[in-house]
């Protein structure tokens, strides 16, 4: 085998939820090969061998929502309404970002995320290509979504297409990184556009990613101008399957969910952002009775304020609970099940990620105990979603390259990336 996991607690997050107490994992040309007790545990062993020293050996997490370039926006203007923050802050800041300044962005955001555990995300931007590319250079795996419209510096609509073909034609085929569709939803998007996009993205068999019912405004907008919540206005123009990635969807009507449930959609859930711009509650528990796939999402760091989803399981778990007033909804098994297994269904990637079963892709995380924080330990979920922190992530393998170990990035000089950004954001200038 070419690695080794081994003295760690094996959180499978397989169908049975099986958990391996001193166990072991072993990866082969980018394939889990063995799970198994210590006892088993293979000699004379692997070319590389890591010592979980009785940490979490887990599934890498998974980022359904984010928009990695705008790493360059953390803390840029915040505790405004959505709609000022947005129009006046966040929109111009966008206009004035080069294909460079998105790949630079993107590499900050990559860094972050190995080393807060999430092994795969789906993002939505403009220059997805120079997202793509930073993907690729790190080694995260990434769903990589090329936004149509909405940005000037990217010309017209039709040049929104080309790229958006050019990167299917590049990235559209299985591997770790691959590609989506994401037209910008708002009240004013054009029907037609929002239809082609959807064409595009069925006739590629690649995910159509679109932000939902994600304020009361856009609501009342679409309500007036087409006498429909957004769901059902997606629903008429055949834009509802499942294919489609609904993120944030907050303000849902019982109908709309029925229409997710009948249409197979999934869910990418953004408590963090949502909480912070004031949003609202999505309806998480009620999608879940439903049967409806929900993962979850940190969104931008421009609303979010970091790309950690330790921190988005622990706010997801207790939200739900001072919401219902019932600590038993989200416990933390759901928690971790939305920030793996279920991520990985909500992006078409469960064949791939998302669990620790042979044949699978090798996309493994250990999360080490030893901090003060952590001691003692009763149960492994309610540690990772209640106690842990993305900062006690000791290693990281993706699609069987370690690319973390002991808190170093193997794939990329971070210290060169942080300088770069500052430069960048220099040079830019009254952001
Ligand atoms: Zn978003």
């Not at 998480?284 to 979850?296: A, H, K, Q």
Request: a negative charge; one cysteine or more.
């Amino acid at each position: 085998m070419d690695l080794v996991i081994k003295n760690g607690i094996v959180l499978t997050m397989n169908k049975g939820m099986e958990i391996v107490h001193q166990g072991w994992v072993g990866v082969d040309k980018g394939c889990i090969a063995g799970i198994g007790s210590h006892d088993t545990l293979p000699v004379p062993g692997a070319k590389t061998v890591i010592d979980a020293r009785g940490g979490i050996i887990m599934p890498g997490l998974v980022n359904c929502h984010t928009h990695a370039p705008m790493t360059l926006f953390r803390g840029l203007a915040r505790d405004l309404p959505p709609l000022a923050w947005l129009n006046r802050h966040v929109s111009p800041a966008d206009e004035r970002l080069t294909r460079e300044a998105v790949y630079q962005g993107s590499l900050l955001a990559c860094a972050e995320m190995i080393l807060s555990g999430t092994t795969c995300f789906c993002d939505s931007y403009w220059f997805g290509e120079a997202v793509a590319r930073a993907a690729a250079t790190t080694g995260m795996r990434a769903v990589v979504g090329e936004v149509l419209n909405g940005f000037s510096g990217c010309g017209e609509m039709e040049d929104g297409f080309d790229r958006a073909q050019k990167m299917v034609a590049q990235w559209g085929k299985p591997g770790r990184v691959t590609v989506a569709v994401a037209p910008l939803f708002a009240p004013d998007a054009d029907p037609e556009l929002l239809k082609r996009a959807a064409d595009l993205a069925r006739k590629n068999r690649v995910p159509l990613v679109i932000e939902v019912a994600q304020t009361g405004s856009e609501v009342s907008q679409i309500a007036r101008k087409h006498g429909k919540s957004p769901v059902e206005f997606l629903e008429s123009l055949g834009l509802l399957g499942p294919g489609l990635v609904a993120c944030h969807s907050i303000h849902l009507t019982e109908n709309d969910m029925e229409l997710y449930r009948h249409y197979h959609v999934r869910v990418a859930h953004c408590p963090e952002s949502d909480m912070a711009l004031g949003s609202g509650v999505a309806p998480i528990p009620r999608l879940l009775g439903l049967g409806i796939t929900v993962g979850l999402g940190t969104d931008a760091c421009a609303s979010n304020g970091d790309l950690d989803l330790f921190c988005e399981m622990d706010t997801a778990a207790k939200l739900h609970k001072v919401v219902a007033m019932d600590p038993e909804v989200i416990d933390a098994e759901t928690a971790v099940k939305m920030a793996t297994i279920n991520g990985a269904k909500v992006l078409g990637l469960d064949r791939i990620t998302g669990s620790l079963e042979t044949g699978k892709r090798a996309d493994i995380i250990v999360v080490g105990l030893s901090g003060h924080h952590l001691v003692p330990m009763y149960n492994p979920y309610s540690h990772l979603v209640y106690s842990a922190a993305g900062s006690d992530v000791a290693a990281s393998v993706i699609d069987g390259k370690l690319v973390m170990d002991n808190r170093a990035l193997l794939t990329m000089d971070v210290g060169a990336v942080m300088d770069g950004v500052q430069t960048l954001c220099q040079n830019l200038g009254g952001l």
